[in-house]
């Protein structure tokens, strides 16, 4: 009989070696005159246990990780084919604890089978959603949105029902769905993971957009780092041409849709929307004042939806359970579940969805087994680089788009990285106004200039520690001028990890220790 | 496959148009400027604005191998700046900088969603994670090597 393995495709995993466990797998295979079936899965976003190796045994699959080439022979004379024992092997899949106690909606599918087999897709629930969509009117659709309390998943958590009304009742006949897949918020990789492990979720709910907004043509504009993602969506965009879910006549609907792929070139600003559209329509990734809004004047000067991957493929899931079903995960205005991604210094990083609510202690400890080098977790940064830096004393804060908003934090895309108390936060502070000065898009002059001036102080405060001089306030009231002047998040958000830091860690400044009480 | 530009957009076909230019020759050629311009109805001005903008383009031949080490903060977390400065002294240059035989470019990136395999790089094109010098080292042996 013809064994059954999965190992993962997914671009992490094979940086860690997949591929060429792959290739030993097959060798031993052939060596012993062993059948087997490999299939090239999805991660399952246990990372630290990557490369990971699936075998169905009987029905269940049972996993392996992490599995080097040269521990393959072991793992066939050990039976691993039928699920034998060996001290590489983790038990089913669906019961080792990290992944069990995950609420996996959004990425249920995820590392199930091949991404790229529409079959596989599916008879894995998917397309129900968008048949529902079919059969539905655009205000029932949006109605079903707003009901699950959907915000977008790219940083800023704006409710989408809102966003797509908007697009729906601006008049115009060519209107655009653009999905934002810069993901270039550090310490992020779930819109990666997505589309590389399950890109036809993003293409049904990209579908299910142009449906309720009546847009016909859609873009996804897909960062230049993620050559792999580039290749499955080009793959699944292929499929789904073929198989008739994008094209003339949507699954025989009689309506059209055609979906683009468009590959960024290396700008962090160009994750944000307005220069995003610029950079589509070939220009430099210059962010445009609003008004306009993009969803009355967005892509060639039409209404267009932008939003995230996540926030795209969270739809078909809604829209086949009811916006009901998802906004029973949650707590207070945040609604539903956020795939976190863990990183940084900690034991198990990788992908947990969870519903929102869950505290940041439960996030680095339980799920990522505090820090990889054993020392005490001193700083934690929550929501890619313009994120604020959180001390131990805000571990318990439920992760929750409010709750993080009123302590001068963000949620963000939902990136964690964890730092241990090696980390030098000056010096992290002044990484931020780098990289602010790397990326400024450099229309306005607080972030174009004030980052620059920002690197140049923290410098000079680096230099002199202890301070003896008020640079402090001065950083500060440059802070102030960036969060109060910039056009967009990048110059106004910058002073978040910055001030953050300052705060929470005044000593790294060469300042006095901050009393004990807490403070944002 | 769809293809990449808007009909009827003009200049959408800028930055696919770049792309090709450099997955062909390595770097935009300046010869290729002009002709862009024409075919893009922009001036020289506008191109070379564009390709100034965005990281990926760069309009000098780069290193036979391209090195680009993950400089954002997770990997910083887990060692970045040490693997950084490994590559840059066992190279002998700077971060933008090629060597002199033309063999090698290094260059910082800022995420390249390798988070959970932190510290993370890319070589020509190729994804790796939990990088350790001497995993660096024994990559650059099999390169100098071929
Ligand atoms: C500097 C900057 C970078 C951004 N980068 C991204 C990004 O990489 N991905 C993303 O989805 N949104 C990013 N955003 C947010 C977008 O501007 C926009 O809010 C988002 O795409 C809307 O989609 P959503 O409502 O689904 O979140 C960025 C914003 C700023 C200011
Ligand atoms: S804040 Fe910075 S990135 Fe945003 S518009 Fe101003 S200069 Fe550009």
Known sequence: ?520 | MPEQTHPGADPSGLLPALHRLQEEHGYIPDHAIAQLAKIHNLSQADIIGVIGFYHDFRRTPPGRSQLLICRAESCQAMGADALAGHASQRLGIAFGETTRDGAYTLEAAYCLGNCACSPAMMVNGKLLGRVSAERLDTLLDEIDQS
């Open chain 1, 1 to 520: 009989m013809t064994a059954r393995l999965y190992i993962p495709g997914d671009a992490a995993a094979v940086s860690v070696g997949a591929d060429l466990t792959a290739e030993a797998v097959a060798a031993e295979a052939r060596r012993l005159g062993q059948e087997v079936a490999i299939v090239r899965n999805g991660s399952r976003g246990l990372f630290w246990l990557e490369p990971m190796i699936e075998v169905a045994a009987n029905g269940t699959r049972i996993a392996y990780g992490p599995v080097a080439p040269e521990d393959v022979p072991d793992l066939f004379a050990a039976g691993w084919l039928t699920g034998g024992t060996h001290p590489l092997c983790l038990g089913p899949t669906d019961s080792i604890p990290q992944l069990a106690r995950q609420t996996r909606l959004v990425f249920a599918r995820l590392g199930l089978d091949d991404p790229v087999s529409l079959e596989a897709y599916r008879s894995n629930g998917g397309l129900t959603g968008l048949h529902k969509a079919l059969a539905m009117a655009p205000e029932a659709i949006i109605d079903t949105i707003d009901s699950a309390g959907l915000r977008g998943r790219g940083g800023a958590g704006f409710p989408t029902g809102i966003k797509w009304r908007t697009v729906l009742n601006a008049g115009s006949d060519r209107k655009y769905v653009v999905c934002n897949a810069d993901e270039g918020d550090s310490g992020t990789f779930s819109d990666r993971m997505l589309m590389e492990g399950d890109p036809y979720s993003l293409i049904e709910g990209m579908l299910i957009c142009g449906l309720a907004v009546g847009a016909d043509t859609g873009y996804i504009y897909l960062r230049s780092e993620y050559p792999d993602a580039w290749k499955i969506l080009q793959a699944a965009i292929a499929g789904a041409t073929r198989e008739g879910l994008l094209g003339d006549n949507v699954l025989g609907s009689g309506r059209r849709f055609d979906l683009h792929l468009f590959k960024g070139a290396g700008a962090y600003v160009c994750g944000e929307e307005t220069a995003l559209l610029e950079s589509i329509e070939g220009k430099r990734g210059l962010v445009r004042a609003k008004p306009p809004l993009p969803a009355l004047q967005g892509l060639f000067g039409q209404p267009t939806v932008v939003n995230n991957v996540i926030t795209l493929a969270s739809v078909p899931w809604i829209l086949a359970h009811g916006g009901a079903a998802y906004a029973a995960y949650g707590c207070g205005r945040s609604r539903g579940t956020l795939p976190f991604q863990l990183a940084g210094n900690l034991k198990r990083p990788g992908l947990v969805e969870a519903p929102f609510g869950v505290s940041l202690r439960e996030l680095l400890h339980d799920y990522g087994g505090g820090s990889a080098s054993g020392r005490p977790i001193r700083a934690v940064q929550v929501g890619g680089p313009l994120g604020a830096y959180l001390p131990e004393s805000r571990f318990d804060l439920p992760l929750d788009y409010e709750a993080f908003a009123a302590v001068g934090a963000t949620v963000g895309h939902g990136g964690i990285v964890a730092f241990d108390d090696t980390v030098d936060m000056a010096g992290m502070a002044r990484y931020a106004m780098a990289f602010c000065a790397q990326e400024s898009c450099g229309k306005c002059t607080p972030c174009r200039i004030g980052s620059v001036r920002g690197v140049e102080l923290l410098d000079a405060m680096l230099a002199r520690r202890p301070q003896r001089s008020n640079d402090d306030t001065l950083l500060r009231d440059l802070c102030q001028t960036m969060l109060e002047g910039s056009l967009c998040a990048m110059g106004g958000m910058t002073p978040y990890p910055v001030l953050s830091a300052l705060d929470n860690y005044p000593e790294d400044f060469g300042l006095a220790p901050r009393p004990v009480e807490k403070t944002a």
